[in-house]
């Protein structure tokens, strides 16, 4: 997700968002330097309290900002559920050209199942090495028909040169 974000927000031709929708073990704050800022279930938390507070998305640049994921949520599919989560997607969607979201892994929880309804379009990723062809086709089927655009493969080892 985050070299998808990257790569359309290269050239600072588009305005890109990434949003952390893992809950469970966010790591994308981390990889990309961020020590503090309000995560995703904060602020979904804060705007159900307060429908006029504003939306944060750290800015990692001009036309790349992160909105960061949570450690460990003990309700994240209510968050996900929330009328609160509509309103910032609603936002998200005025403010950006692109709004790449990640996801604990399909097989793990419902959170990528919900957040695939705020979507456009999915692409499932797939771990060299380690996801195997039965996660994936279950995975395909916990997915909208016609949501899905394609699949990646991430982590795929250096191949010797010729």
Aim: aromatic share 2%.
């Amino acid at each position: 997700g985050a070299n998808l974000a990257l790569a359309l927000a290269e050239g600072n031709r588009s305005r890109v968002c990434l949003l952390d929708g893992d809950m469970r073990k966010s790591s994308l704050a981390r990889l990309l330097g961020i020590k503090e800022g309000p995560s995703l279930a904060d602020q979904v938390r804060l705007h159900r309290r307060d429908p006029d507070a504003p939306w944060v998305a750290l800015g990692m640049g001009p036309s790349f900002h992160l909105i960061p994921g949570t450690k460990r949520d003990p309700n994240p599919a209510e968050l996900l559920n929330s009328e609160a989560l509509l309103d910032l997607m609603d936002e998200l969607r005025r403010e950006f050209d692109f709004i790449v979201i990640t996801t604990p892994p399909l097989l793990d929880s419902a959170d990528g199942v919900i957040l695939q309804e705020h979507s456009d379009g999915v692409i499932l990723a797939a771990r060299a090495r380690v996801t195997r062809q039965d996660a994936m086709k279950a995975s395909l089927k916990h997915l909208t028909e016609g949501k899905v655009l394609g699949t990646v493969l991430v982590d795929v080892p250096n191949l010797p040169r010729m």
